[in-house]
C-alpha cells in the first residue's frame, strides 16, 4: 500500500508561515518545515497513511531510518 501526507491542498501561507492541516503533538500548531509532501509505502493502508502523517515534517536527514524503526519493511518513496 502507498500513502501519502502533505499541505499542498489543505493549507494556506500567511505572514511569510505555512499554516495546514497535519499537527505537530509538541506544539499544537501546524509544522513548520520546508516538505510538501511525503510519499511511504507499507504493507497495508492504515500503517503506510499513519507513518506519513507521523514522519510529515520531520528532518529529512533520518525519515528512512525513523519509517523502519516504526514499521519494519516499509520504504520511503518521495520527500518534496
Do not use: K
Amino acid at each position: 500500500a502507498v500513502a501519502t501526507s502533505g499541505d499542498y491542498e489543505q493549507g494556506f501561507d500567511h505572514d511569510g508561515r505555512r499554516y495546514h492541516h497535519l499537527i505537530d503533538p509538541r506544539t499544537g500548531e501546524p509544522r513548520r518545515n520546508t516538505t510538501r509532501t511525503l510519499t511511504n509505502a507499507a504493507n497495508d493502508c492504515m500503517t503506510a497513511d499513519a507513518a506519513a502523517t507521523a514522519l510529515f515534517g520531520r528532518p529529512a536527514s533520518g525519515l528512512a531510518a525513523e519509517l523502519r524503526r516504526l514499521q519494519p519493511g516499509a520504504s520511503l518513496l518521495h520527500v518534496g
